[in-house]
């Protein structure tokens, strides 16, 4: 827009790929544009539906700008530039939170194996002691050990979960 | 030794599997890993290339002259398909040349930088401007990614080997140590159960480790590898400590 194109084609270069949901997005948006229905009424439904608070602000700036003619590539560098700021908050912020977790992980996957282990051969190391105290079963005991196996996994995935969650997106 | 070896994959049809499969797999996870290389190597020299360009025309050469320069001076991929592209670019148009450049790095970041070349060409831009405020832009941007990339890849290693190898080879020793099976104790059950966790959990260590770096897509291809790998340090590590 900086080099003196429109809005409408701005959005016709974002349409043509590269930019993700974005690309999809515009794509819709020029699709229906062109069966007739109003650029604002396009952007607005659009709106709606994202989920992004950036990218609300950045549709509100384009149809702000039609209704109001406004500043747009001035409004738009400034938000560009904000959100590259947040975008590199949250590279930094995730690197950080993301730093145990190797030790975290194997904290719980050497902790759980070992206790369930002892567990699994208790009732043959203590086969004598029968007489003195009750011993568990062993099938009961080998559920246990396979249950708390099986949960520690889950364990695990739950804690890997936060890579996922927590991705800058970058 | 290697036959005995074979003698207990037999055993255990789960393990002759996964180290088929992930044999086989290998096939999907190189491709992936050189494409990356190649992608991010060209990514990398963006912003010097956009920076080279900017001096160019300011110095008042137009925007075919400038690449001709920047294609001259680099010796990298980089260089060569900007010098391919202006040789394709005298048997058809430069914008026709430039979508080709574009295709053939098959990086997103330089196909939106040449689009904006395009729209800029097109309406008369200034287009020093935008190269140079292009190659801030992206350098900052691949500083971001690169160090993502540097400060997460040694801890996602670190989880591929501390779950993957160290964690069933001390269990294996712990086991081994202490209810070895010449004393007696039945612990096939016990070593069955922990030959399938350690599978599990490498899985799982492999998966949030590429998630980790943005590419777990990629990594699924060496997941069977590594289950196989984590199963057999538990079970052959077993075997040589009792």
């Known amino acids: 827009m900086g080099s003196g194109i429109g809005l409408e084609g701005a959005i016709t270069s974002i349409s043509r790929g590269g930019y993700g949901c974005i690309s999809s997005d515009f794509q819709k948006v020029m699709v229906n544009t062109r069966k007739g229905k109003g650029l604002v009424e396009e952007l607005r439904r659009v709106q709606k539906r994202a989920k992004s608070d950036a990218y609300k602000r950045l549709l509100n700036t384009m149809i702000e700008n039609i209704i109001s003619n406004t500043d747009i590539v001035k409004t738009l560098k400034n938000q560009g530039g904000r959100e590259e700021e947040k975008r590199t908050e949250k590279v930094e912020k995730y690197i950080e939170e993301l730093s145990g977790l190797p030790e975290t992980l194997l904290s719980i996957g050497m902790i759980s194996p070992i206790i369930l282990a002892i567990l699994a051969i208790t009732p043959q190391m203590m086969a004598g002691a029968g007489d003195i105290m009750p011993l568990p079963d062993a099938d009961a005991v080998g559920s246990i050990v396979n249950g708390g196996l099986f949960f520690t996994v889950v364990m695990m995935a739950m804690i890997g979960l936060k890579a996922h969650t927590k991705d800058p997106g970058l | ?242």
């Not at chain 2, 096939?27 to 060209?42: N, V, W």
């Not at chain 2, 190269?131 to 591929?160: H, P, T, W």
């Not at chain 2, 964690?167 to 081994?176: S, Y």
């Not at chain 2, 897509?217 to 538990?234: E, G, N, Q, R, T």
Request: without cysteine; charged residues 20%.
């Open chain 2, 1 to 242: 030794m290697i036959f005995y070896f074979f003698e207990v994959l037999n055993d255990h049809p789960l393990m002759l599997l996964l180290l088929n499969v992930g044999l086989a797999g290998l096939g999907g996870a190189l491709p992936p890993i050189i494409e990356r290389t190649r992608r991010r190597g060209l990514e990398n020299s963006l912003p010097e290339v956009l920076e080279g360009l900017s001096d160019s025309i300011g110095a008042g050469q137009g925007l075919q002259q400038a690449i001709m320069k920047v294609s001259e001076s680099r010796s990298d991929l980089f260089g060569k398909l900007l010098r391919e592209t202006l040789d394709v670019s005298a048997v058809t148009s430069f914008d026709a040349a430039l979508a080709d450049f574009a295709m053939k790095t098959r990086s997103k970041q330089i196909q939106r930088v040449i689009n904006l070349l395009s729209t800029a060409e097109e309406n008369d831009a200034p287009i020093q401007e935008i190269l140079f405020r292009s190659s801030l832009e992206y350098e900052k941007l691949n500083d971001l990614v690169n160090k993502r990339e540097n400060d997460l890849m040694g801890q996602a290693i670190l989880i591929i080997l501390f779950i993957s190898v160290g964690l069933p080879a001390l269990i294996a020793f712990i086991v081994g140590l202490f209810a070895p099976e010449s004393s007696g104790y039945a612990v096939d059950e016990v070593n069955s159960a922990m030959v399938h966790f350690f599978g599990a959990a490498s899985g799982v260590a492999v998966l949030v480790s590429g998630r980790m770096l943005g590419r777990a897509k990629d990594y699924l291809w060496l997941i069977p590898l590594w289950m196989f790998a984590s199963m057999a340090v538990y079970k052959f590590g077993y075997i040589m400590i009792i």
